[in-house]
């Protein structure tokens, strides 16, 4: 589970509150603060022209979040607020997140959790 954490909040830019319910009852809570992040001043490489053209980007879906909450998307690539319906949607790059299968939707208010597979 600690590898799963680490992996999921290694480049965090904001602090990441984590909650772990167990089957048997018992929970834990932590704070990861957040990592800070060196700034390069050299812009980033261009594309080559003959690049191969972007993957496809996999969509999850989840409902039970609060209307405009902000939602983490873990492993935390990025953030997206949910829908005035209460749902949330993520794209994500699979080619960004070589071997990654599942994400988790975390509501930042709700606490509603969503563990989706990437198809």
């Known amino acids: 589970m600690p590898e799963i954490i680490e992996q999921a909040s290694e480049k965090r830019t904001i602090p990441v509150w984590v909650e ?8 834990f809570t932590d704070l990861f603060p957040a990592q800070l992040q060196p700034h390069h001043l050299e812009p980033p490489p261009s594309k080559p022209r ?5 993957p496809a980007l996999a969509e999850v879906h989840a409902e039970g979040f609060i209307p ?11 953030h997206t607020a949910a ?37």
């Not at 772990?20 to 929970?27: A, L, N, P, Q, R």
């Not at 209460?86 to 969503?114: K, N």
């Open 20 to 27: 772990v319910h167990e089957t048997d009852g018992t929970s």
């Open 50 to 54: 003959n690049a191969a053209p972007s």
């Open 68 to 78: 405009g909450e902000d939602i983490a998307i873990a492993p935390v690539v990025s």
């Open 83 to 119: 829908a005035k319906e209460g749902t949330a949607r993520a794209l994500i790059d699979p080619a960004e997140h070589p071997g990654v299968s599942e994400v988790v939707l975390v509501g930042r208010v709700s606490g509603t959790l969503a563990v989706r597979r990437l198809a």
